[in-house]
């Protein structure tokens, strides 16, 4: 069964200092994992993917995500934080296409002046 | 730029009434999706539709959820009697089936039960 674990429900950072969002996944074959965010009361949109191309992936905003079979991990980072970021993000994972995702409980990202 | 349309987006009623929600997926998107999100927790599937079929329903709560894709095109998920444990974000997502399984999320509707 595929699960999502991402480690720490609330991440503080000051404008301007690197974004480091954790996520490691459990899968029986090779996954597809996505990171999204969310908006106080609005739906899910798309930061980025991974789906067996490139290790690195670069998405929207700036934030890149890269994938670690060895670690089971798909880390999301961003350089330089902009108070614009504050959000909840989550991380999730599917084994093909046409199968719901199986999401992580969200980190809530807090960027302070 | 297309998107998934959700209504209405909040909704507060009483316990023991009916509820439902009505989403309009990406134009050409033979896949869609219903998730609830409790608060401060991710989505979980309720239900997914191919075109008009239900391909998993297994986390649908049936006594009370149901769920239809009439015209495999827009969806209505209902609730009857909604009970308090039920308020949660309902998210609506739509894809096209594609090898990486990208979905589009509409914004929600948000329900309290009171």
């Known amino acids: 069964a595929q699960s999502v674990t991402q480690l720490g429900s609330h991440v503080s950072v000051s404008e301007g200092a690197l974004v480091l969002l954790r996520c490691n996944y459990s899968?029986?074959?090779?996954?597809?994992l996505f990171w999204y965010v969310q908006y106080p009361n609005q739906g899910l949109q798309l930061l980025l993917k991974?789906?067996?191309?490139?290790?690195l992936v670069k998405g929207i905003n700036g934030f890149e995500a890269e994938f670690k079979k060895s670690e089971t991990s798909f880390h999301l980072t961003k350089p330089s934080a902009h108070m614009s970021d504050a959000a909840e993000y989550f991380c999730?994972?599917?084994?093909?296409?046409?199968?719901?995702?199986?999401f992580g409980k969200g980190t809530r990202l807090s960027v302070i002046a | 730029e297309a998107e998934v349309a959700q209504s209405p987006r909040y909704k507060i009623t009483e316990k023991s009434q009916a509820v439902a929600f009505w989403c309009d997926p990406i134009?050409?998107?033979?896949?869609l999706y219903w998730y609830r999100q409790i608060l401060g927790q991710g989505p979980e599937l309720l239900v997914q539709?191919?075109?008009?079929?239900?391909?998993?329903d297994s986390q649908l709560p049936k006594d009370r959820f149901s769920a239809e894709r009439l015209k495999g095109v827009d969806s209505t998920l209902k609730i009857q009697p909604a009970e308090l444990g039920d308020s949660a974000m309902y998210l609506c997502?739509?894809?096209?089936?594609?090898?990486?399984?990208?979905?589009?999320f509409g914004p929600g509707t948000r329900l309290t039960v009171l």
């Open positions: 899968s029986s074959v090779p996954p597809y």
């Open positions: 991974y789906t067996s191309a490139a290790t």
């Open positions: 999730a994972v599917s084994y093909s296409g046409n199968t719901p995702l199986v």
């Open positions: 997502a739509s894809a096209q089936g594609a090898v990486d399984n990208e979905q589009f």
């Open positions: 134009s050409g998107h033979a896949t």
């Open positions: 539709f191919q075109d008009e079929s239900v391909v998993d």
